[in-house]
Nanobody
Framework: QVQLVESGGGLVQAGGSLRLSCAASGRTLIGYSMGWFRQAPGNEREFVAAITWNGGSSVYAVPVKSRFTISRDNTRNTVSLQMNSLKPEDTAVYYC?????????????????????WGQGTQVTVSS
């Protein structure tokens, strides 16, 4: 069983930055990709970014590419999402997740159904 706790959300003006963190506990995450997803009111949950277990590969959704950066620290069992140049359309609850199956090569998946454990989410609100 894996427990995930997100933090770092808040209210920021457009153009500002936030850094989200996700702390994992319960078992090792070595070998498992981790991802960030978000859900805005009235919308389905959507993929934001994901990173392989060793940080060797990462993928981003088109709307956030070049603005967001995902990283992880396996010594601390954390994954982070640095969000720059925030836009009002980035407003959502952000969730971190752990991929269900280990992945030791290739790129991480962006499909939410491939992720097993989810945090409770952290609210990000970007004002215009």
């Amino acid at each position: 069983q894996v427990q995930l706790v997100e933090s770092g959300g808040g209210l920021v003006q457009a153009g500002g930055s936030l850094r989200l963190s996700c702390a994992a506990s319960g078992r090792t995450l070595i070998g498992y990709s981790m991802g960030w997803f978000r859900q805005a009111p009235g919308n389905e949950r959507e993929f934001v970014a994901a990173i392989t277990w060793n940080g060797g590969s990462s993928v981003y959704a088109v709307p956030v590419k070049s603005r967001f950066t995902i990283s992880r620290d396996n010594t601390r069992n954390t994954v982070s999402l640095q969000m720059n140049s925030l836009k009002p359309e980035d407003t959502a609850v952000y969730y971190c997740a752990v991929e269900r199956a280990p992945r030791f090569w290739g790129t991480p998946t962006s499909r939410s159904e491939d992720y097993d454990y989810w945090g409770q989410g952290t609210q990000v609100t970007v004002s215009s």
